[in-house]
């Protein structure tokens, strides 16, 4: 069974930095491509980065470019997500999630994301 | 940046009701496009990949249809356990997600 388990969400303030992880289980995680998304309180899904399976390749929404980094240790089945320079629109549950399966060339994997951790939220505010 | 347009924002049904929910891509996304239920509280649930392709345990009610730039959901007769939000996502070009529509009771 899939398992993903994200961590590292709390309350920081504006300027500031979080590093969120997400531990995998159950599939073969240094095979897949792995994504984070994000939602606002009250808002819907919005796509922040993806890294594939070799970490040679990753994407990043353009409000998120620059300031937020994604890293995998397939060693130990973990998914990373480092956020600096953090904004108050930062703010919302982040989910990392496995995707369905697919290769990255360009600008895309053609994957979409198949399983889903619980979600780990992330406050940012003085 | 390919925008993704879903309609209607809200949808008031019953149970039994035949539901159809409309994607649109800015441009064509060459049918890479999935659509997700998602719970108040949960993490979004896979429904279709590839614009038509049902993942698997979920079912058979929904179905996707579409190809170049408008898709959709249909759910052949609403049952009590699809009360939820419905999301559509390109992956053509990055990934772009649909503002969202919910189904509620009608």
């Known amino acids: 069974e899939v398992q993903l388990l994200e961590s590292g969400g709390g309350l920081v303030q504006p300027g500031g930095s979080l590093r969120l992880s997400c531990a995998a289980s159950g599939f073969s995680f240094s095979g897949s491509v792995m994504t984070w998304v994000r939602q606002a309180p009250g808002k819907g899904l919005e796509w922040v980065s993806t890294?594939?399976?070799?970490?040679?390749?990753?994407y990043y929404v353009e409000s998120v470019r620059g300031r937020f980094i994604i890293s995998r240790d397939n060693s130990k089945n973990t998914l990373n997500l480092r956020m600096n320079n953090l904004r108050a629109e930062d703010t919302a549950v982040y989910y990392c999630a496995k995707d369905r399966g697919g290769v990255c060339s360009g600008n895309s994997c053609h994957t979409c994301s198949q399983s889903w951790g619980q979600g780990t939220l992330v406050t940012v505010s003085s | 940046d390919i925008q993704m347009t879903q309609s209607p924002s809200t949808l008031s049904a019953s149970v039994g009701d035949r539901v159809t929910i409309t994607c649109r891509a800015s441009q064509s996304i060459n049918n890479w496009l999935a659509w997700y239920q998602q719970k108040p509280g949960k993490a979004p649930n896979l429904l279709i990949y590839?614009?038509?392709n049902l993942e698997s345990g979920v079912p058979s009610r929904f179905s996707g249809s579409g190809s170049g730039t408008e898709f959709t959901l249909t759910i052949s007769s609403l049952q009590p356990d699809d009360f939820a939000t419905y999301y559509c996502?390109?992956?053509?070009?990055?990934?772009?997600f649909g503002q969202g529509t919910k189904v509620e009771i009608k």
């Open positions: 590839k614009a038509s």
């Open positions: 890294i594939s399976d070799s970490a040679r390749s990753t």
């Open positions: 996502q390109q992956y053509n070009n990055y990934w772009t």
